[in-house]
C-alpha cells in the first residue's frame, strides 16, 4: 500500500505538469560576439536569481533549476538558433532567458520557441519589430523597446542645446530600429541627422564610413553600435581623424571595456542605459556586490528581472510547462499585489502558493505593457573615465 500512494503521488505531480525533479532554464546569450564584454555580468544576473530560488526550496514543491548556457552570437542567427534547438531537444529546457540581441532573438523566436512552445523572456532585444512579431503568447521582456529610446535619445540631445547630428548604427535589427526611432523623434523635435549611414561590424578599418560622417558633418556623432564591435572601431577613426570629438552612446555602446579601450578622448561624450533609481535596483546592486559582480553594467537588472519572471510565472501555474505559464508572467509582473524586490524570491513564492497576488518590481521596477517593458533610463556624462548618472528618465 505505502508503494502504491508512493507512486500515485509522483503520477500526480507529473500530471500537474510540476516536479520536484530538476528544472531546467536555458541561458542564451552572446559569450562571443560585439557584447562579450557585458555578457558574464547578465549571466551571473540570472544565475543569482536562480541560486536565489533553489536556496528557498519554495518552486514547484522543491523543485531545483539548472541554468544552461548557450552561446547566441548575438549577430549571427544560424548559430544562435542551433544553440536554442540544442537546448530544448538536448537539454530539455523549460524555458530561455534570452536572446540578447534583437535579429538573433526573432530568429530563436520563430525557428525555435514558437515551434516547440518554449517561453522566452529577452533582459536586452530592443528592437521596435519585436513588439509585434507574431508569438503565440511566449515572448517577453525586461527591457524597453527602442520606440521609447529614440524618444530618449531625441529629447537628451535637444535638452543640452543639440540640434544636428551625424547618425551611424550597426547594420542588423538592433542598429537599424534605433536609428529609425531616433531619427524621427529627433527630427519631429526640430533637431537635423546630416546622415544616416549603417556600418558593418568586424571590419579592420573605418575610415570610409568615417570619412563619409564627416563630410556631413554635424554637432555630435551619434553611434547606435556595439561596444566591442563596429561602434568602437568608429569612434577610434573619427577621433584619430579628428572628425569629431563628442560622441552619443545609447544602450549598445555602454560598457567598461570602450572606456578602457579608448580613454581621455571620451570624457564629455554622454548616452543612456536602461535603469532606474529605485529600492529594488539598491537591493539589486547590493546583491550583486555580495556575489561578486558588476550589476551597474548594461542588463544586469534586466537579467536577473528575466529569469525571476519565469521561476514566479511557474509557481504561479503550478508548472514549469511553456503552455501552462506563459499566460501568468504579464500577471506576477503587474500585480495588483505584495510588491516583491530582489532578494524576496522566496516571499514570492510562498505567496503565490498561499494563492496570494503578488506585483514584481525585481531590480528594474517590471511592468509590462503586454510583452514589453515599459522601462526607464539613466542618462550619463563619461566623466575622467567613468560613466557619471545625470538623471533617471
Given amino acids: 500500500m505505502k508503494k502504491l500512494l508512493l507512486a500515485s503521488a509522483a503520477l500526480a505531480l507529473v500530471a500537474g ?44 514543491g522543491g523543485a531545483t533549476v539548472e541554468g544552461v548556457k548557450a552561446d547566441s552570437t548575438c549577430t549571427d542567427a544560424a548559430a544562435a538558433t542551433a544553440a536554442a534547438q540544442k537546448l530544448v531537444t538536448s537539454e530539455k529546457v523549460a524555458a530561455i532567458v534570452g536572446g540578447d540581441c534583437s535579429g538573433v532573438t526573432g530568429a530563436v523566436l520563430q525557428s525555435v520557441a514558437r515551434p516547440n512552445g518554449i517561453v522566452m523572456v529577452s533582459p536586452s532585444a530592443t528592437s ?55 531619427k524621427a523623434a529627433f527630427e519631429k523635435a526640430g533637431g537635423t541627422v546630416t546622415i544616416e549611414a549603417a556600418h558593418e561590424d568586424g571590419k579592420a578599418d573605418y575610415s570610409a564610413e568615417v570619412a563619409a560622417l ?37 544602450d549598445g555602446m555602454y560598457g ?45 537588472g534586466e537579467s536577473y528581472d528575466a529569469a525571476a519572471l519565469i521561476m514566479l510565472a511557474m509557481q504561479a501555474a503550478k508548472s514549469d510547462k511553456g503552455a501552462d505559464f506563459k499566460s501568468k508572467i504579464e500577471s506576477v509582473a503587474n500585480g495588483p499585489g505584495e510588491k516583491i524586490l530582489p532578494g524576496e524570491l522566496a516571499k514570492g513564492l510562498k505567496l503565490i502558493a498561499e494563492g496570494k497576488p503578488i506585483d514584481y518590481e525585481g531590480a528594474t521596477g517590471v511592468h509590462l505593457l503586454g510583452r514589453d517593458a515599459a522601462g526607464s533610463y539613466r542618462v550619463y556624462t563619461i566623466k575622467d573615465g567613468q560613466h557619471v548618472t545625470d538623471y533617471y528618465q
Fill in 256 to 300: 567598461d571595456s570602450l572606456l578602457k579601450a579608448i580613454g581621455k578622448p571620451l570624457d564629455g561624450s554622454f548616452g543612456d542605459v536602461p535603469g532606474i533609481d529605485s529600492e529594488g535596483h539598491k537591493k539589486f546592486l547590493d546583491m550583486a556586490k555580495a556575489a561578486g559582480f558588476d550589476g551597474t553594467s548594461s542588463y544586469t
Fill in 214 to 250: 564627416a563630410a556631413a558633418g554635424g554637432d555630435v556623432l551619434v553611434v547606435a553600435g556595439y561596444v566591442d564591435q563596429g561602434g568602437k572601431g568608429i569612434i577610434q577613426g573619427a577621433l584619430d581623424a579628428g572628425a569629431f570629438k563628442t560622441f552619443y552612446l545609447p
Fill in 128 to 182: 521596435p519589430a519585436l513588439s509585434t512579431a507574431a508569438d503565440d503568447d511566449l515572448f517577453y521582456r525586461t527591457a524597453p523597446s527602442d520606440a521609447h529610446q529614440g524618444d530618449i535619445m531625441a529629447d537628451v540631445l535637444m535638452k543640452r542645446g543639440v540640434k544636428k547630428v551625424a547618425l551611424t548604427y550597426t547594420n542588423n535589427d538592433y542598429g537599424k530600429g534605433l536609428a529609425d526611432s531616433f
Fill in 17 to 60: 505538469g510540476a516536479s520536484a525533479q530538476d528544472i531546467k532554464i536555458g541561458i542564451l546569450f552572446g559569450f562571443t560576439g560585439p557584447l562579450e564584454s557585458i555578457t558574464p555580468a547578465m549571466d551571473k544576473s540570472a544565475e543569482m536569481a536562480i541560486k536565489e530560488v533553489n536556496d528557498s526550496k519554495a518552486l514547484l
